[in-house]
């Protein structure tokens, strides 16, 4: 068994970011939209849109720019910040999981097998 270790940052203004976040800025990058993004991840519109808004006034600079729809069509982009908060991210995930992975053995040793 495997223990998959799950990160997320907790800021001393009360703001959080972590793997559901990252998702998201992935899924946004990946699909060009917010709209796209949620849906890939089976989100609702509003909720990533309010995702999206909590980590645009989290950071210093926005993470991600939207353009709203009309004749040329919408979309959303993750910033210049954006890319680098989530390469960020995940190099403190790769760290984390290598620091990690005897204790995390360990643990796992101790946890009853699933019946299934």
């Not at 998959?4 to 800025?25: E, H, N, V």
């Not at 849109?49 to 009309?70: A, C, D, Q, T, Y």
């Not at 790769?94 to 620091?99: L, N, V």
């Amino acid at each position: 068994m495997e223990l998959k270790l799950s990160i997320r940052l907790d800021t001393p203004t009360g703001g959080r970011f972590g793997p559901g976040k990252a998702a998201l800025l992935e899924a946004i990058q990946s699909s060009g939209s917010i709209a796209g993004g949620a849906r890939s991840l089976g989100m609702s519109y509003p909720r990533a849109l309010k995702l999206v808004e909590s980590m645009n006034v989290l950071f210093r600079s926005p993470l991600i720019e939207s353009s709203h729809g009309g004749k040329d069509g919408g979309g959303a982009v993750l910033t210049e910040q954006g890319l680098k908060v989530l390469a960020s991210y995940h190099a403190l995930c790769e760290q984390a999981d290598a620091a990690t992975k005897s204790s995390r053995r360990e643990i796992a040793a101790m946890i009853q097998p699933s019946g299934d």
